[in-house]
């Protein structure tokens, strides 16, 4: 079956703008988090949603939000852009979200912010 | 904030070597999984293990964590220049947030023929 897919792969975007980037699970995974990638910080934790509701979240200013569909579809927003967004912005899921359980990555969204 | 480090930070050994990576961490756990990433490219997930677990295999992957020590390993055996790649450790935090995964810094692998 198929990964987890994120869209858009590669973006380029102006200081003040904002984005919006999607991701959809793996069929079935109901539990679907975003992870920041940066040289400078590495992979953190940015949120994770669970039948539609924001479980958990990550140490990042309120510029970032997201939001999960009712399909367990997902999507990220940063308004508002700076130059230190600029990151590889990762899509993960698992299966019912419990401890025990594997998580998926998705090919990840490159932002560029200029 | 990164849950630990790993070790060494580059490793660069020949086709047919194996090549051992380290993990260290900072707190309880309930699992811990492994991932590599290929250079510009997303998580390839590896293996998964368990706190109550010391071993595991998976083809050419062997994977030991010792809690008492807060450390694991990563033995890549035969590798091959399609290993090359970095590899990540991700501890899941024992606190009930089921999907937060904290990563090590990661272990740049570099496989030559």
């Known amino acids: 079956k198929a990964g987890v897919t994120q869209t858009p792969r590669y973006l380029i975007k102006t200081r003040g703008q904002q984005v919006t980037l999607s991701c959809s699970p793996i069929?079935?995974?109901?539990?679907v988090s975003w992870y920041q990638q940066t040289p400078g910080q590495g992979l953190q934790f940015l949120f994770e949603y669970f039948s539609e509701t924001q479980r958990n979240k990550g140490n990042f200013p309120g510029r970032f939000s997201g939001r999960q569909f009712s399909n367990s579809r997902s999507e990220m927003n940063v308004s508002t852009l700076e130059l230190g967004d600029s990151a590889l912005y990762l899509c993960?899921?698992?299966?019912?979200?419990?401890?025990?359980?594997?998580?998926?990555f998705g090919e990840g969204s490159w932002l560029t912010v200029v | 904030s990164q849950q630990g480090e790993e070790d060494p930070q580059a490793l660069s050994i020949q086709e047919g070597e194996n090549a051992t990576m380290n993990c260290s961490y900072k707190t309880s756990i309930n699992n811990l999984q492994w991932y590599r990433q290929n250079s510009g490219r997303g998580l390839v997930h590896l293996i998964l293990?368990?706190?109550?677990?010391r071993e595991k295999h998976s083809g050419r992957l062997r994977v030991t964590l010792d809690t008492s020590k807060k450390s694991s390993s990563l033995l890549i055996t035969a590798s091959r220049a399609a290993d090359t790649a970095s590899y990540f450790c991700?501890?899941?935090?024992?606190?009930?947030?089921?999907?937060?995964?904290?990563f090590g810094t990661g272990t740049r692998l570099q496989v030559t023929l």
């Open positions: 069929s079935g995974h109901r539990s």
């Open positions: 293990i368990r706190s109550n677990e």
């Open positions: 991700a501890t899941l935090l024992n606190t009930g947030t089921a999907s937060k995964l904290t």
């Open positions: 993960a899921s698992s299966l019912v979200g419990s401890p025990g359980n594997t998580i998926y």
